[in-house]
């Protein structure tokens, strides 16, 4: 276990000296040709350079080519993870250069989370009930892809995010002996915080559609694997590992239908965005990081305790940030153009 621990460790210090380095890299070619300007839905008021997730995308891609090489009963895991996820790169790196209709990008997001879905060894696998838990999964990977992206609109929040699903997952796919998921989790963290070097406030790049949008499908995949190899259907500790974001994006997203407002525009109606709005995007961070530590990753340990209430655990942890979602004040903003603004 210590030697295991050591290297999850090396992996993540690792991707984090791998993706500031490459950050810099990009950060050149974005100043040229992936300039984010103001406008009235943005949270930042100088034009900056965005696409800076690619680094994560690529050092994610080059270690799951070599564990799926090095490891070869890794190989159906890398391929479900790697496959679908760089095709949601792919179309996302696209979106950063030249905006795309969403029904194009919705589109090729279920085809990617089809083939992924496909490549996971699901418990039950084979009963009458299989398609619809490949077609649930197949909406809730679209959608967790979407709302990464969602929520990546102020300066380092997508990155803090990152920083720490990755890393707590990494220690609860070690503990539950699957290695080489923990190290690519581990390695997302890593590049998340690698990545943090550029993005904190006051960022100077952003993460983009590529990077945003890979880094929810990946831990969608991470959390369905993990589930499958562990004979489980609910994902219950990435459920709450994830719910910092997974409850802001839904709470908005129903709020806006049902006050039938255009749910498919730009809006900075999110609870975070109306945070830092009231506050600052350092002060988003830091409440963010503390959610996450107090009471998020507490809540991930008491549900490994309490075996077979994993529905109450999940219901307590996620209680409160649904009303802090509705507390937030100065919910109606004026919803403008297309697409998410940039942090």
């Given at each position: 276990?210590?030697?295991?621990?050591?290297?999850?460790?090396?992996?993540?210090?690792?991707?984090?000296?791998?993706?500031?380095?490459?950050?810099?890299?990009?950060?050149?070619?974005?100043?040229?040709?992936?300039?984010?300007?103001?406008?009235?839905?943005?949270?930042?008021?100088?034009?900056?350079?965005?696409?800076?997730?690619l680094s994560i995308v690529l050092a994610l891609l080059l270690a799951g080519g070599v564990l799926a090489y090095w490891v070869p009963e890794a190989q159906r895991s890398m391929l479900a993870l790697l496959?679908?996820?760089?095709?949601?790169?792919?179309?996302?790196?696209?979106?950063?250069?030249?905006?795309?209709?969403?029904?194009?990008?919705?589109?090729?997001?279920?085809?990617?989370?089809?083939?992924?879905?496909s490549l996971i060894a699901w418990p039950n696998a084979g009963s009458d009930w299989s398609w619809l838990l490949a077609v649930v999964g197949?909406?809730?990977?679209?959608?967790?892809?979407?709302?990464?992206?969602f929520m990546d609109g102020t300066d380092g929040i997508a990155g803090i995010e990152g920083v720490f699903v990755?890393?707590?997952?990494?220690?609860?796919?070690?503990?539950?002996?699957?290695?080489?998921?923990?190290?690519?989790?581990?390695?997302?963290?890593g590049g998340c915080a690698g990545f943090l070097a550029w993005n904190w406030p006051k960022a100077r790049i952003f993460m983009?559609?590529?990077?945003?949008?890979?880094?929810?499908?990946?831990?969608?995949?991470?959390?369905?694997?993990?589930a499958a190899m562990v004979g489980r259907i609910m994902p219950w500790e990435w459920l709450i590992l994830l719910s910092l974001f997974l409850v802001d994006a839904t709470v908005t997203l129903l709020v806006r239908?049902?006050?039938?407002?255009?749910?498919?525009?730009?809006?900075?109606?999110?609870?975070y965005q109306r945070a830092a709005r009231k506050w600052s995007h350092a002060t988003v961070l830091w409440g963010a990081i503390g959610i996450n530590l107090c009471w998020l990753l507490p809540a991930v340990v008491l549900l490994r305790q309490w075996s077979g209430r994993e529905f109450t655990v999940a219901a307590l942890a996620l209680g409160p940030l649904i009303m802090l979602s509705f507390g937030m004040p100065d919910r109606k903003v004026e919803s403008q153009g297309i697409g998410e603004s940039g942090a």
């Open positions: 276990m210590g030697s295991t621990i050591l290297a999850i460790a090396g992996v993540w210090i690792l991707g984090c000296a791998f993706c500031a380095g490459l950050t810099g890299i990009i950060r050149s070619y974005a100043r040229c040709r992936l300039m984010d300007h103001p406008n009235e839905r943005s949270s930042h008021d100088v034009p900056t350079p965005r696409g800076g997730g496959g679908g996820g760089g095709l949601v790169a792919a179309i996302g790196f696209w979106d950063d250069h030249r905006p795309l209709s969403v029904r194009l990008r919705l589109g090729i997001q279920f085809v990617a989370a089809a083939i992924s879905i197949c909406v809730g990977l679209v959608w967790l892809t979407n709302l990464y992206n990755g890393g707590a997952g990494s220690i609860i796919l070690m503990y539950d002996g699957l290695e080489s998921l923990a190290w690519l989790s581990a390695l997302l963290g983009g559609d590529v990077g945003s949008g890979f880094l929810g499908f990946a831990f969608g995949i991470l959390a369905l694997q993990h239908i049902v006050q039938r407002e255009p749910w498919l525009q730009a809006h900075r109606s999110h609870a």
